[in-house]
């Protein structure tokens, strides 16, 4: 019997169970490096393109803003239809959506119209809720004992993507003046490249499908299925579990610390004469933090466990913003605090992810981590769309004291979690 029909009729062998998880994770991981050109190249020039349409620094956060915001608009749909049909047309459709978006964006800049612009970034942020769910599927068919591992491996896969695609500004802008089009426009040409071909390596390649594939073991073993769960629904399933608490509070404030800071960075070093070389592999330097160490990441949380990795994410995350924050008009300092912003970031989010997955049922986990992703882009969202006025108001230090104070109710939480676990384990005679 064949791998690719194993999963609807008898029970799969666990030699090709991890045969499907091996294959599943080498999709996954070449979808990433490629989707992963389109987001690192938007966000070197989303927040400058921002700032050229509108003349406003205010307004130049809406980029990024716009992306989260659409990343929290598509987080929930995509987690639906993958719930109901499997993650591979969730996730082909997602990297189709970012596509029309990366068209969007060049049209609106070429028709020079703000609002159509902030449409196209909205659906870009479909690329990045794609880039999100990516990792549960890594986790569908993953063993306990490797889930941070395989879920970190397919984390660490954009960063091929994301890194190099900042530094492509100058090669891109050439390629945008050969179709006639502004030099800040090749990243955009790239990102839509790069999501249309994430999109045909997802539909081609990723059979048989992870999700599906669990889901019949699931139903196979005895199990309920899936759960078809409201978002007030799987809060509510969240507020019962201290740990899937702390896992979604842990995600979203990294993502909102990281968001924050890193969203007005490009145009903090701008104002003071940064060239956009320099800015490109700032940003570059900082999405290697993100994504470079996270098979370590991985390793560590399944090593020493979720809730220890989450909070040392919490502690650089403080670092982070303390050093970029008192940089001034250090370029160098700027960047260390850039880098150790991505490296916090990773560590929450893997960690995060692994002790979300292990702190629920498989019959609600889908449907859960979609609202994770939710809450965590709305925080990202919001974060976003502050930055801009902090920044104004309060200068690039306010603005990482700001972001700092998003990490104090995950060492509550903590705290709580542990005290939990503790109450819950018995005792030894």
Do not use: K
């Amino acid at each position: 019997m064949s791998t690719e029909n194993a999963h609807v009729g008898e029970a799969l062998p666990e030699e090709a169970r991890a045969r499907i998880q091996r294959r599943t994770v080498l999709v996954l991981m070449l979808a990433q490096v490629v989707g992963g050109i389109g987001m690192g190249a938007m966000l070197a020039v989303g927040a400058l393109i921002a700032l050229d349409l509108s003349g406003s620094d205010t307004w130049s956060g809406m980029a990024t803003t716009m992306i989260t915001l659409g990343a929290a608009v598509f987080a929930l749909p995509l987690a639906s239809l993958a719930a109901r049909r499997g993650r591979r047309p969730g996730l082909a459709l997602g990297w189709t959506l970012g596509a029309f978006g990366g068209t969007t964006v060049i049209a609106a800049t070429v028709l020079e119209s703000f609002a159509l612009f902030l449409l196209g970034m909205v659906l870009v942020g479909a690329g990045t809720a794609t880039n999100l769910q990516s990792r549960h599927a890594a986790a569908d068919l993953a063993s306990e004992a490797t889930r941070g591992r395989d879920l970190s491996v397919v984390v660490w896969a954009t960063t091929v993507g994301s890194v190099a695609g900042p530094n492509l500004i100058g090669p891109s802008g050439r390629v945008a003046a050969l179709l006639g089009l502004p030099e800040l426009l090749g990243p955009v040409v790239f990102t839509t490249t790069g999501f249309v071909l994430g999109a045909v390596l997802i539909f081609a390649l990723l059979r048989p499908d992870p999700l599906r594939t669990a889901t019949t073991e699931l139903a196979r073993s005895g199990a309920p299925a899936g759960v078809r769960l409201s978002v007030p629904g799987a809060l509510r399933v969240v507020g019962r579990s201290p740990g899937a608490l702390l896992a979604i509070v842990g995600i979203v404030a990294s993502h909102t610390v990281m968001v924050a800071v890193m969203t007005m960075t490009p145009v903090h070093m701008s104002h003071h004469g940064a060239a956009l070389t320099v800015i490109g592999l700032t940003i570059s330097l900082h999405i290697a933090g993100m994504y470079g160490l996270s098979p370590v990441v991985g390793w560590l949380t399944d090593r020493f466990g979720r809730v220890p990795v989450l909070l040392t994410g919490q502690v650089i995350l403080l670092v982070a913003t303390a050093v970029s924050g008192t940089a001034g008009h250090d370029e160098v300092l700027v960047t260390t605090g850039l880098v150790l912003l991505g490296l916090g970031w990773s560590f929450g989010l893997v960690a995060g992810t692994a002790l979300l997955a292990e702190s629920l049922s498989a019959d609600v986990r889908p449907r859960v981590q979609g609202v994770s992703d939710l809450t965590m882009n709305l925080g990202g969202a919001a974060a976003g769309a502050l930055s801009g006025v902090v920044l104004a108001q309060a200068g690039f230090g306010g603005l990482n004291l700001f972001a700092a104070l998003f990490t104090l109710p995950v060492f509550v939480l903590a705290v709580r979690a542990l005290a939990s676990r503790s109450r819950s384990t018995p005792r030894t005679p």
